[in-house]
């Protein structure tokens, strides 16, 4: 019997060494992804391009978009609506959902075997520049110039699509995409609280730190803020570096054109402000804790004086303020134009395993020509590209929006959102704006930790 | 030899075994037995030893999760022990073994304790499925409804400043020093049910003899508590350690609810770090290098605490 269990023993063992050599083998020979030597990049790209979509035959063009708010919702339907009630050959199925379940699970689906045609792609490194350097993106070159894309929309709006084919260098080469609306950061103000205590609305960064420390001596709270949700510490982060760095230091920051750090004296002050604003109450008290949708809730029911968050948030503030809100943005110094954080929507791309490229851009054509921006206008939303006829009603917000955006987006105000920096830097930054307003972080170590992302992003790029 | 012999298992052997079959089908592999075993063993390789292996493959890459990726070796695992960030995450979810198992244990045992002492209560079963009602509301729902009651403006500070505590008010989800604590405690309010319901299906379990006897002999409460329950309840605690401790360990959705790993990262934890690093921040081998040290640090803790198990049990 001994005999016989040693053999087995002995047996086992082999078998177990063989099971792990294989494994491992196994584990060395293949690796996750695509091949090592799949031509990454856009191979689709010559050919020539049809605008007739009647012909296509019958098509199911399938759209992932993130337009799960009110307005957008109702505009991405009812043009979806028209394009099939045009092409009736054509049949869109839409999927929508929240920016961050869209931004979770577009990778899964645009690696797998059977992607949607036309999808939102959120612009920057981790996402577009992610799927363009995994070939998973076509490039929209051609039709762009059929569409006319290319002389449409603003340089500067334009080349947050661009990437190079190997996803390695943002906002030159190929255009990925274009966007359906604008955006930007900028100041919601009490008109009624403003004026009981003497104030115009503010235009620079000194003229609003001055309405802040009049607000807070006279017992009102100066700025409804909740980062507990962690994301609008990047934007009032984003507002106060906007004037205190200035365009040119923050672009080289973002899109990586070297020569600036996040220890830079202009990111630094941008720090000690927002530091002196915490310690001053000017933030309130137990900001950390508080929800995003509550400091919202709060500045509409007239708790402050100030709100500082994106255009998106109109359509909350509206309904209940009227037209007691306005809306404005900073300049660096009196007579410059405004210079602030936004941009445009997330970028409507194709995929390149799309098998209706012509139809798909004619759809993007669809959503974002002059009638497309007309829907999304009539449903409440800000078009990247108003239309000489949208004109909202003078005193209301969207009037204020509008006329902002224009100041902005037409004399190169616009400044890229800092989370696109690196990866991991909308992590790395939220939780540094969050130490820093909290006191554990000084603003030069909050600039060091800024910094050391940067520069290990720098290192692998 | 002799070692094998020394076991009580070993001892036993014989006396349950009649006759000598025993000795004949040791020798035989029953592969019948295997054939039967199939079906789950199919469904167990296919849905849980296949993904887990790739586990652990995608773990000794650098990927992004879309593109080609790059062989790391044990890049992505030299990593954690050197990023302070991931470091602190196992570090938290140390302080949450606390709060979600020694004190919930603790906590239920001196409840279990006390309820032996009324001899018969009325409307048991109702009492016991309100303390284990945390188990059974989702955890989504649970972190939401603690974030309300932590919120600046929230229930417990309007309890705390209607009671004069101004002082002690504040946000403390978004305090770097109560964040954590609070995290936990929402776990301590979620396990004791699950730990109180386990230590009082146990007394009942002990022999009302030893009880009666204790008390002949003059014992105390605490001492009855200290001779009797507590032994008595050995394997019911190393149920509720085991469970308690994973649960701490695979803290996610609580976390990702109510603070996402904020202020700064004092909640920041493993699992949610996996989570983040996957699907966020496109990191995708380092995401699984910290899921298969996850993976390793629960079995060899619950390894552990098996080994608390009385013996008796384990044949």
């Given at each position: 019997m001994t005999e016989r269990t040693r053999g087995r023993s002995a047996r086992r063992t082999v078998a177990a060494a063989a099971l792990a050599t294989g494994l491992l083998t196994a584990v060395a020979a293949c690796s996750p992804g695509p091949g090592g030597n799949a031509s990454a990049g856009a191979t689709r790209t010559a050919g020539p391009v049809s605008t007739d979509v009647a012909k296509a035959g019958k098509v199911t063009l399938t759209e992932w978009d993130q337009n799960t708010d009110p307005g957008t919702d109702a505009s991405t339907e009812a043009l979806n609506k028209a394009f099939m009630a045009k092409y009736p050959n054509v049949t869109i199925k839409r999927v929508s959902r929240s920016f961050s379940d869209l931004k979770t699970t577009l990778k899964l689906a645009l690696s797998s075997s059977n992607p949607p045609d036309v999808v939102q792609a959120n612009q920057g490194y981790p996402d577009m520049g992610a799927f363009v350097k995994a070939g998973l993106l076509q490039p929209v070159d051609s039709y762009a110039k059929v569409y006319g894309w290319d002389t449409a929309f603003p340089s500067q709006l334009l080349d947050l699509n661009r990437f190079s084919t190997d996803g390695k260098t943002w906002k030159s080469g190929s255009l990925f995409g274009v966007s359906q609306t604008g955006e930007i950061v900028g100041i919601y103000y009490d008109k009624a609280k403003l004026k009981?205590?003497?104030?115009?609305?503010?235009?620079?960064?000194?003229?609003?730190?001055?309405?802040?420390?009049?607000?807070?001596?006279?017992?009102?709270?100066?700025?409804?803020?909740?980062?507990?949700?962690?994301?609008?510490?990047?934007?009032?982060?984003?507002?106060?570096?906007?004037?205190?760095?200035?365009?040119?230091?923050?672009?080289?920051?973002?899109?990586?054109?070297?020569?600036?750090?996040?220890?830079?004296?202009?990111?630094?002050?941008?720090?000690?402000?927002?530091?002196?604003?915490?310690?001053?109450?000017?933030?309130?008290?137990?900001?950390?804790?508080?929800?995003?949708?509550?400091?919202?809730?709060?500045?509409?029911?007239?708790?402050s004086l100030f709100l500082v968050d994106g255009t998106w948030q109109a359509a909350v503030l509206e309904p209940k303020m009227k037209t007691n809100v306005g809306f404005t943005a900073l300049s660096p110094a009196a007579g410059q134009p405004p210079l602030t954080q936004g941009g445009e929507g997330l970028a409507w791309a194709m995929t390149s395993k799309s098998e209706h490229p012509d139809v798909a851009a004619a759809y993007i054509d669809?959503?974002?020509?002059?009638?497309?921006?007309?829907?999304?206008?009539?449903?409440?939303?800000?078009?990247?590209?108003?239309?000489?006829?949208?004109?909202?009603?003078?005193?209301?917000?969207?009037?204020?929006?509008l006329a902002q955006w224009k100041a902005v987006s037409e004399k190169d105000g616009l400044l890229p959102y800092l989370d696109y920096t690196t990866p991991t830097f909308y992590d790395t930054l939220t939780a540094a704006v969050q130490e820093l307003t909290a006191g554990q972080l000084t603003p030069q170590a909050f600039g060091a930790q800024l910094q050391s992302d940067y520069a290990r992003f720098q290192q692998g790029s | 030899m002799a070692v094998t012999a020394s076991r009580p298992t070993a001892r036993k052997r014989p006396a349950d075994a009649p006759g000598g079959r025993p000795a004949r089908r040791r020798g035989r592999i029953q592969w019948k037995g295997y054939l039967y075993a199939l079906p789950a063993l199919t469904v167990l390789t296919v849905?849980?030893?296949?993904?887990?292996?790739?586990?652990?493959?995608?773990?000794?890459?650098?990927?992004?999760?879309?593109?080609?990726?790059?062989?790391?070796?044990?890049?992505?695992?030299?990593?954690?022990?050197?990023?302070?960030?991931?470091?602190?995450?196992f570090l938290h979810s140390?302080?949450?073994?606390?709060?979600?198992?020694?004190?919930?244990?603790?906590l239920a045992l001196l409840l279990a304790a006390i309820t032996t002492r009324a001899s018969r209560l009325r409307g048991v079963s109702v009492f016991r499925a309100l303390i284990f009602l945390p188990q059974v509301v989702a955890m989504v729902v649970t972190a939401t409804a603690w974030t309300a009651i932590y919120a600046p403006d929230g229930v417990l500070n309007t309890a705390l400043r209607a009671i004069g505590l101004d002082a002690v008010a504040r946000p403390w989800l978004g305090d770097f020093t109560t964040a954590l604590p609070s995290v936990g405690l929402i776990g301590t309010w979620l396990e004791i049910g699950l730990c109180l319901v386990l230590f009082i299906a146990g007394i009942g379990q002990i022999p009302g003899e030893l009880y009666e006897a204790a008390k002949l002999d003059g014992a105390g409460a605490v001492r009855e508590f200290l001779a009797v329950t507590l032994p008595g309840l050995r394997g019911q605690i190393t149920v509720a350690l085991t469970l308690t401790v994973i649960a701490a360990l695979k803290t996610f959705d609580l976390v990702y609810v109510a603070t996402h790993g904020g202020p700064g990262n004092a909640t920041s934890l493993p699992a949610f770090e996996v989570y983040n690093r996957a699907f966020g921040t496109g990191q995708v081998g380092s995401a699984c290098a910290i899921a298969v040290v996850l993976t390793v640090v629960i079995l060899l803790i619950t390894f552990l605490i098996t080994k608390l198990q009385p013996e008796e049990d384990g044949t």
């Open positions: 009981s205590l003497g104030l115009a609305a503010p235009t620079t960064l000194a003229g609003f730190e001055t309405a802040l420390a009049k607000a807070k001596s006279s017992g009102l709270q100066p700025i409804s803020y909740g980062d507990a949700d962690k994301s609008p510490g990047i934007h009032i982060f984003g507002v106060v570096q906007a004037a205190t760095a200035g365009k040119a230091e923050v672009r080289k920051l973002v899109f990586d054109e070297g020569g600036a750090k996040w220890t830079d004296p202009g990111s630094l002050k941008a720090a000690t402000t927002l530091r002196g604003w915490a310690d001053k109450g000017y933030l309130g008290s137990g900001f950390n804790g508080e929800s995003k949708d509550q400091a919202v809730a709060d500045f509409a029911a007239g708790k669809f959503l974002v020509n002059s009638n497309g921006m007309k829907v999304l206008a009539d449903h409440g939303n800000l078009p990247a590209l108003p239309q000489a006829d949208y004109r909202p009603a003078a005193g209301t917000v969207d009037a204020d929006i | 849905f849980l030893l296949v993904p887990l292996g790739q586990l652990v493959q995608i773990s000794l890459f650098h990927w992004d999760g879309v593109s080609a990726s790059t062989w790391a070796g044990f890049a992505n695992y030299t990593e954690i022990a050197r990023d302070p960030q991931l470091r602190a995450g140390l302080v949450l073994i606390f709060f979600f198992s020694v004190l919930p244990i603790g």
